[in-house]
């Protein structure tokens, strides 16, 4: 097709140039524009690609010499984090050596920024042909064979091609808005697979930031790597409401916070209202054990958290009685004062985790937070936004704690009903979660109304009979 149709043309660019496999095949005969969002695959093009020159027999003596390292420090970053995943202790901690030393070099005037990817790139290589993994860096083998040596090879580049070529590192989007080109090649993820976290680490080295790392596959934060080619297009905007003010202000206060300076406040009250804390310590410490929970010891502490939040409605407060109360809900009584017992459970490492990755969420998407009920939104507005409604109010079958004494009534459930319904007929597309089977009882208004759409039942779980009369 190329030699047929593009005779006359001198630029090939490749916008999601991957592992620059297509662009290197056309490097003899076209100038070559090049573009990625990931930092190791932007170096591997600046090492293949660019124009810029090299000292080869220079960069050889530095890989030798990284072959050769045996008087090693006993730590570093990589070790800390990464011995015994995808390389061994030792390779780890070469790796550590290698990749700082590069940076040095470059700050100390002794490489040039091609160089520099020249031998970032050597080292990504060489950690990949021995990497224990499956082909990404998603999870590592844990009876995989460490033991191979870490060995950096010298590229084998074209330099005699590589004048006029361009390297980009941003998005494709906004990159097509200031280049021109004879031949565009657009193979863009087609899949959910995000890039950045199947190579992760490899990125990790690529940038020597040093950033902490999470779970079992030791992931950095990777919200910055995130392509929206891998999803549908992402809402501009994502709106949560609900009726209870006191939720409101606390997801804007959680919003307006660090992770970490809310885990300093939150760890300062815990030790202040002397209630356990199970992250530092067992359930032995406590005399409690896992199956009957911490409820006997915190039960005195929480009263007193509960009737301070109840006189302060400090957000802080508030946020504890869910992380130690029952089950971690929320329930207010006529008053307005929070009622719920104290539960099993702390702010223990699951929580952390989890409210970690929340956080995460609020600020790396455009969230806000408002109080208001559904019957108040403008219908004409959300067509005109072409918005999307998911809806999980209360249900009527079955008792949760925030139902409680009519939080949740009939003529809500007709109300919803009816503004959903008007929402279908200004093509306003939404989704409800709800129950239509509990304990024998039917919410027969539910099923009547459902039966009027043309609707798509979402279930992990592959329970028989899960039809029209479907439970859930």
Request: charged content about 20%; overall charge positive; hydrophobic content about 35%.
């Amino acid at each position: 097709m190329i030699r047929t149709h593009c005779r006359d043309c001198h630029t090939f660019t490749d916008l999601f140039g991957g592992t620059g496999v297509v662009a290197h095949h056309f490097n003899d005969r076209f100038r070559i524009q090049i573009n990625d969002t990931l930092s190791g695959n932007f170096l591997a093009y600046q090492t293949f690609f660019a124009a810029e020159p090299v000292n080869w027999p220079h960069i050889k003596e530095w890989i030798d010499g990284y072959n050769q390292l045996t008087d090693m420090p006993s730590e570093n970053y990589y070790l800390r984090h990464f011995a015994g995943t995808f390389l061994s202790r030792q390779n780890m901690l070469k790796v550590g050596i290698i990749r700082d030393d590069i940076d040095a070099l470059f700050a100390q005037g002794k490489i040039n920024a091609r160089e520099r990817a020249v031998l970032i790139t050597s080292l990504l290589y060489a950690i990949d042909r021995i990497a224990n993994t499956v082909g990404h860096y998603d999870a590592f083998r844990r009876s995989g064979d460490l033991a191979k040596p870490l060995v950096l090879r010298l590229p084998q580049t074209q330099e005699a091609h590589n004048q006029g070529n361009q390297i980009f590192q941003q998005d494709a989007n906004e990159l097509v808005k200031s280049i021109r080109s004879d031949i565009v090649y657009i193979n863009p993820p087609y899949n959910s697979r995000q890039y950045g976290d199947a190579y992760h680490f490899l990125e990790n080295v690529a940038v020597n930031a040093k950033p902490e790392v999470h779970g079992v596959a030791r992931k950095m934060d990777r919200s910055h790597l995130k392509s929206g080619y891998c999803t549908q297009k992402a809402a501009a905007e994502i709106i949560c409401l609900d009726k209870n003010e006191q939720l409101i202000d606390l997801l804007k206060f959680i919003q307006s916070q660090s992770y970490a300076g809310l885990v300093a406040q939150l760890e300062q009250k815990i030790a202040c209202y002397g209630l356990s804390d199970t992250f530092r310590h067992d359930y032995d410490f406590y005399e409690c054990n896992s199956n009957n929970g911490l409820g006997k010891f915190n039960k005195q502490p929480f009263a007193r958290l509960r009737q301070d939040y109840n006189q302060s409605k400090d957000n802080l407060l508030f946020l504890l009685l869910i992380f130690y109360g029952f089950n971690n809900q929320i329930r207010f009584n006529q008053k307005g004062e929070f009622n719920l017992p104290v539960g099993k459970r702390d702010f223990n490492v699951s929580l952390r985790n989890k409210l970690r990755l929340f956080m995460q969420r609020l600020r790396t998407r455009h969230i806000r937070f408002a109080c208001q009920n559904f019957r108040d939104l403008d219908i004409e507005h959300l067509q005109r936004q072409n918005a999307f409604l998911y809806l999980d109010p209360p249900y009527l079958l079955g008792m949760a704690a925030y139902n409680e004494k009519g939080g949740w009534t009939a003529q809500d459930e007709r109300d919803l009903l009816q503004f959903l319904q008007t929402c279908n007929e200004h093509q306003i597309r939404f989704a409800l979660s709800n129950v239509m089977k509990h304990k024998g009882e039917t919410h027969q208004q539910l099923l009547d109304w459902y039966r009027a759409f043309v609707s798509h039942q979402l279930s992990e779980f592959p329970l028989p009979k899960r039809q029209l009369s479907g439970e859930a």
